[in-house]
């Protein structure tokens, strides 16, 4: 069993920025590939941003949010993270992290392990 703790939201205003951490337990971190999904009100879970195993240039990003949103991973820590840029009111969502054995993913039902969440809330 893999216990995903996530931390770092919060309130900012639009424009702002945050660094989301997601800490992962176990140690067996680098088989796994890392994931963001975030959640609004009234709204189904949707797919963020991911990263392959070693972390490097094996990212995938929702397209709407290239360029605002990096993910990255420390392995030797066991934390991947967010970091959010020129952040919208529209961001605002309870992000989730979540872990796949071995490989990236960009769907919700192909994730192993979750984290219990963090509220990020951008007010305008």
């Known amino acids: 069993q893999k216990q995903l703790v996530e931390s770092g939201g919060g309130l900012v205003q639009a424009g702002g920025s945050l660094r989301l951490s997601c800490a992962a337990s176990?140690?067996?971190?680098?088989?796994?590939?890392m994931g963001w999904f975030r959640q609004a009100p009234g709204k189904e879970r949707e797919f963020v941003a991911a990263?392959?195993?070693?972390?490097?240039?094996?990212?995938l990003y929702a397209d709407s949010l290239k360029g605002r949103f990096t993910i990255s991973r420390d392995n030797a820590k066991n934390t991947v993270y967010l970091q959010m840029n020129s952040l919208k009111p529209e961001d605002t969502a309870v992000y989730y992290c979540?872990?796949?054995?071995?490989?990236?993913?960009?769907?919700?039902?192909?994730?192993?392990?979750w984290g219990q969440g963090t509220q990020v809330t951008v007010s305008s």
């Open positions: 979540a872990a796949r054995y071995y490989s990236e993913s960009v769907k919700v039902s192909e994730y192993d392990y």
């Open positions: 176990g140690r067996t971190f680098s088989n796994y590939a």
């Open positions: 990263i392959g195993r070693s972390g490097g240039t094996s990212t």
